[in-house]
């Protein structure tokens, strides 16, 4: 009896034990992770050895499509027999790096797993602008956005990439970009880690049979990565833009896919988020290659929620200070700026207010709730340091719980331009007279950069420096950077 039921479960168990595609994407990842690209702001000649590493090797085509303004080399990476021509095309906004670097990903499990093109042939174009990629900046060298030139194709990268269309009658296209990580999926908390859309292709948003393509392929996508991101998938405004790529696309006749990689909780550098995308362009190569995407329903589309812009950084909610012998108690919203290196190659960061009232209907990545602590402004350390040595030699704990966020230096090299510890530095070379003014400042100034205190029982509980929250009595704190003013 005991060898008949294990005969029965057997087969049971093999059945369990089979993963779906996406989930062995998922688990298999680190193993195509291309891990040469680091960071968001790689440049073209890092990305070069990668595309010119895959020249002679078997089932893979480089095409030179053209240069950029400046010159540089624009390829094409073609794979696949297949009748069906799929075109995705990464980076026509310099400053939107994430799927150009998923492309890779993408490659490399490629080079090991060609079924899943049966039936297909994949063009990826990773790199359309790649000045702007050099500034990390959206426009190209002359000011151009690529992505509202599909018309009068002004630019040497627009006339590319719609002759590429037009040789090879693209069946489907993925328009890949990056979208501020301050999209919430509406009437949520959540970011809008990824967000999709099929774009319109008239005023009236009319579906055909290609922009109803482009929908059940992000339907099939949808809900695959609501597996690994529930709830932080968001589908983009469909408003009818007569200049863009994606709408004239669809126009054209290629069922058009926009995706757009947003924000993620800790993940400045998306690396989730490129797997994201890896997992689910790899899934919806292969439900076009079977066309699995054919039954699935419209509504199923309709059903993923908008994109809403409702997030900060940082949300302190019922912070009350006093202005002018009156109380208020207000809301802030507080992002952070990413300040570049004259490079481009790294940033720093930059705290800022952008919002003050009642933020009930917006939300934070965190949130701090200020009822019941004292407001105070930070101070600076009355003591001039003479040089950045000295000011490393401060116990900065100590600083904040007696009230100080700020510290002058008088000799400080004119090259840092921020600090790892959770203390601003005053530069006092840089030092401005102030204007005449007859009211006192605010403590709280709408784009000002962020340092205060808050404090219980006359004792410091947080320290707010740069936009950060720091917990006086949490040995974990982080802080991403102070700056130097």
Do not use: C
Request: no cysteine; net charge neutral.
């Amino acid at each position: 009896m005991t060898r008949y039921f294990l005969l029965l479960l057997l087969p049971l168990l093999g059945f369990s034990q089979k993963q779906s595609f996406d989930r062995q994407l998922f688990d298999s990842y680190d193993n195509f992770r291309e891990v040469s690209i680091e960071s968001r702001r790689f440049k073209h000649q890092d990305i070069q050895p990668l595309i010119d590493s895959l020249k002679g090797q078997n089932d893979f085509e480089i095409t030179v499509l053209g240069k950029s303004i400046q010159g540089r080399n624009i390829s094409m990476i073609s794979i696949g027999t297949g009748k069906t021509q799929v075109l995705l095309w990464s980076q026509m906004h310099g400053d939107e790096s994430t799927a150009t670097a998923s492309i890779f990903d993408i490659v490399n499990y490629l080079k090991a797993n060609k079924s899943v093109l049966n039936n297909i042939k994949v063009h990826f174009i990773p790199m359309l602008n790649p000045d702007g990629a050099e500034l990390f900046t959206r426009r190209n060298a002359i000011g151009i956005d690529i992505n509202r030139d599909a018309v009068k194709l002004q630019s040497p990268e627009s006339k590319l990439l719609k002759r590429v269309r037009d040789s090879l009658g693209a069946d489907f296209g993925f328009n890949l970009h990056d979208q501020s990580k301050y999209y919430n999926t509406s009437k949520t908390s959540k970011p809008a880690t990824i967000s999709f859309l099929a774009p319109a292709f008239n005023v009236e948003k009319d579906i055909n049979e290609t922009r109803g393509n482009a929908m059940r392929v992000i339907a099939k996508m949808n809900g695959i990565l609501q597996r690994y991101a529930k709830g932080q998938i968001g589908r983009y405004s469909d408003e009818f833009e007569p200049r863009a790529f994606g709408d004239n696309m669809q126009k054209w006749g290629t069922s058009t896919i926009l995706i757009e990689s947003g924000g993620y909780f800790n993940d400045p550098e998306k690396k989730f988020i490129l797997k994201l995308n890896y997992i689910g362009i790899l899934s919806a190569l292969q439900a076009i290659s079977t066309q699995s995407y054919l039954g699935i329903t419209l509504d199923k589309y309709l059903s993923i929620p908008q994109n809403d812009r409702k997030l900060f950084d940082l949300k302190i909610q019922n912070l009350t200070f006093s202005y002018l012998g009156m109380n208020y108690t207000v809301d802030l919203g507080i992002n952070h700026s990413e300040i570049e290196n004259t490079d481009h190659s790294d940033f720093y960061y930059l705290g800022k207010i952008i919002d003050v009232g009642d933020l009930s209907t917006h939300f934070g990545y965190k949130t701090l709730e200020a009822a019941g602590y004292t407001f105070k402004v930070g101070e600076t350390y009355p003591k001039i340091l003479d040089n950045f040595e000295e000011f490393k030699t401060l116990d900065h704990l100590s600083l904040l719980q007696q009230g100080y966020t700020s510290v002058s230096i008088n000799n400080l090299p004119e090259e840092i331009k921020f600090t790892p510890s959770p203390i601003n530095i005053i530069d006092i070379k840089k030092i401005l007279i102030p204007k005449n003014n007859t009211f006192p400042f605010s403590p709280i100034n709408l784009g000002a950069n962020v340092n205060f205190l808050l404090k219980k029982n006359d004792q410091v509980v947080y320290a707010i420096v740069n936009g950060f929250v720091y917990s006086i009595n949490d040995s974990d704190n982080t802080i991403k950077n102070a700056v130097v003013k």
